[in-house]
């Protein structure tokens, strides 16, 4: 049997990263198993490639939810990456580390060394930004933050509109101050995507001490008493999902070979994401034991928390009709058009293509009473039925709107023992009085800012909801039946030092040896923003703290 010091589950946001900083000094054999093949398909690398990976079975798990109460029992679709670089290799490459006030809420609720204080001198040690290093900003880290250099009229207007209504223009949404009106950074190199793949495992790939497989998935952890001494996988599984409502099934199939065991000297890494790291503890029986027993599974440690406290953000995207035919979906309407977006991409890495899709920021708050923005905007200069699909034969752009710190928790938790299948999630949207009053709240500010001087010229009509949609309850119901994931489900092994805690401080799963889990399923509470930037960030510090226990 191969035996390794570190085996890493899943090569995604976070595992890259554990992987090359584990194998670095060169001293500890490191496995790094994905589920998903390469990182070859051209379409990772392009930014506009967002939309072709969006619904590609091959690179992308492409979950859906259980029929969810709080979306009048829609299943929402839930994307993840299946590929090196994980879901950093199919996102919306947007950079942004949260508020200050996120990471002092982590260290309340039992997390000490998880402060702000304590988490910036990561966050300014993993990036590279284009924009050059202050005391917010770092310069020599690996994952690029590059800034858009060219500016779109319809932007700016949002920005003067942000500014009419009381929301300051801001340059940094990761400097000083997060809350304001501006243009997103983005993580890309020279206009290609920088996934954790690129950034951290491409220069760390020719190290004799660091081994990747692709196409082979974890099935469940290997323990010999309470202790993980290794994993067993599946080479070359069948992991192309077809029943999971895909517009595009040509996956790869390939025939799964027998059960391989590997053996860890030191640690298991759990990176595999908030929804299946969680799945993994549970198939390997750790978690909820009567969960656990209903399947027959013996019970190697109880830890009821697994699973538990899933979090995510809701998106309501409100679109108009814009006056003038300066869109996206214009200059993608016609061959000049589409050819000239090429153009722009191949002589100055520039453009839509360069961008993927969304290009203005806001962070706001929905009542003058609130400390803190409680919604961000990710403004297009597009509109599509969803996320990723069609643009809109008219001229149209977005204003998706999402509370930040969601209060309504859900759960991850296996269907069945066979581990190719995926878990039940279950987000439980809007279940509480304040998600229900931010997510209406939301829509009417996008209302207030498009009714401004500075923006009203631009819009013809609303597209979505409509005119028609006039009260709350209206609204409400428009967010209840088209809303969905801006796909950020956290929280599902949360770290913490109560009952339900999962891992503690250092990432180590409460109970057991030899193992931890590094992603984003670590997260107490979803921090204020997207969530790529923090979960390496997270990664960044585990794998300190696990050399550290090396040394
Ligand atoms: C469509 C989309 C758009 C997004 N847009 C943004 C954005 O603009 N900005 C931002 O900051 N964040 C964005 N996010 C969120 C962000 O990318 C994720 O929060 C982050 O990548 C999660 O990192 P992770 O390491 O927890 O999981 P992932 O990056 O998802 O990695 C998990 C990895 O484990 C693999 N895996 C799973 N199970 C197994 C198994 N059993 N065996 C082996 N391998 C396994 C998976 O294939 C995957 O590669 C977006 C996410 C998506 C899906």
Redesign the pocket.
């Known amino acids: 049997m191969d035996e390794y010091d570190y085996i890493v589950?899943?090569?995604?946001?976070?595992?890259c990263v554990m992987a090359a900083r584990l194998s670095a000094d060169g001293r500890h054999r490191v496995l790094l198993?994905?589920?998903?093949p390469s990182d070859r398909d051209p379409w990772i690398h392009v930014p506009i490639g967002?939309a072709k990976?969006?619904f590609n079975p091959v690179l992308?798990?492409m979950f859906r939810t259980d029929a969810d109460p709080g979306m009048n029992r829609r299943q929402v679709y839930?994307?993840?990456?299946?590929?090196?670089?994980?879901?950093?290799?199919?996102?919306?490459?947007?950079?942004?580390r949260g508020q200050a006030e996120d990471y002092d809420d982590w260290a309340a609720q039992g997390n000490a060394q998880w402060s702000f204080e304590q988490v910036l001198p990561w966050f300014r040690r993993l990036e590279h930004n284009t924009l050059g290093a202050d005391a917010w900003r770092g310069t020599d880290g690996p994952l690029w933050s590059s800034h858009i250099r060219v500016r779109h009229p319809l932007i700016d207007a949002v920005i003067a509109a942000c500014e009419e209504a009381g929301i300051p223009r801001n340059p940094d949404f990761n400097g000083a101050r997060q809350e304001g009106a501006g243009y997103?950074q983005?993580?890309t190199r020279n206009g290609f995507r920088c996934s954790?793949a690129v950034a951290y495992l491409r220069p760390a790939r020719r190290r004799p001490n660091l081994r990747v497989l692709t196409r082979?998935?974890?099935?469940r952890i290997v323990f010999e008493g309470r202790r993980a001494v290794g994993v067993e996988?599946r080479p070359g599984a069948r992991?192309d999902r077809r029943d999971a409502g895909t517009t595009k099934a040509s996956g790869v199939t390939v025939e799964a070979g027998p059960p391989v065991q590997v053996r860890a000297r030191r640690e298991v890494i759990l990176?595999?994401?908030?929804?299946?790291?969680p799945?993994?503890l549970q198939l390997s029986g750790v978690g909820p034991a009567a969960l656990l027993q209903s399947f027959g599974i013996p019970v190697v440690h109880e830890l009821p928390g697994v699973g538990e406290n899933l979090q995510d953000h809701l998106q309501a995207r409100v679109m108009f009709r814009c006056s003038r035919p300066i869109t996206t979906n214009d200059q993608l309407a016609s061959l000049w058009g589409r050819l000239r977006i090429g153009m722009e991409y191949v002589f100055m890495r520039g453009g839509p293509m360069a961008i993927?899709?969304?290009q203005g920021g806001i962070f706001a708050r929905t009542r003058p009473e609130l400390t803190r923005p409680d919604v961000q905007f990710?403004v297009a200069t597009l509109s599509s039925d969803m996320?990723?699909s069609p643009v809109h034969a008219h001229s149209g752009f977005t204003m998706s709107v999402c509370q930040l710190r969601p209060e309504s928790r859900g759960q991850v938790r296996i269907r069945s023992t066979d581990?190719l299948e995926p878990p039940s999630m279950q987000p439980f949207y809007l279940s509480t009085d304040n998600d229900r009053r931010t997510a209406v709240d939301g829509v009417k500010l996008a209302r207030r800012l498009v009714a401004t001087r500075a923006l009203a010229p631009f819009v013809i009509d609303e597209y979505a909801p409509g005119a028609q949609a006039a009260s709350d309850a209206d609204l409400l119901e428009f967010v209840r039946n088209h809303g969905g994931t801006?796909?950020?489900?956290?929280g599902t092994c949360r770290m913490g030092a109560d009952a339900l805690a999962v891992v503690d401080q250092q990432l180590r799963v409460r109970g057991v040896g030899g193992l931890r889990v590094?992603?984003?399923?670590v997260m107490p509470t979803l921090v204020s923003?997207?969530?790529?930037?923090?979960?390496v960030m997270i990664?960044e510090r585990a794998a300190a703290f696990v050399l550290g226990d090396a040394h």
Request: proline letters at 5%.
């Open positions: 589950v899943g090569a995604g946001s976070a595992g198993l994905e589920a998903g967002y990976t969006m992308n798990w839930w994307p993840r990456g299946k590929t090196l670089g994980g879901s950093s290799a199919i996102n919306g490459l947007i950079f942004i997103y983005l993580s954790t082979a998935q974890t099935t996988y992991a990176c595999a994401g908030a929804l299946q790291s799945q993994l993927g899709i969304n990710h996320a990723g581990p801006i796909f950020h489900p956290s590094v992603d984003c399923s923003g997207n969530t790529n930037v923090p979960v990664a």
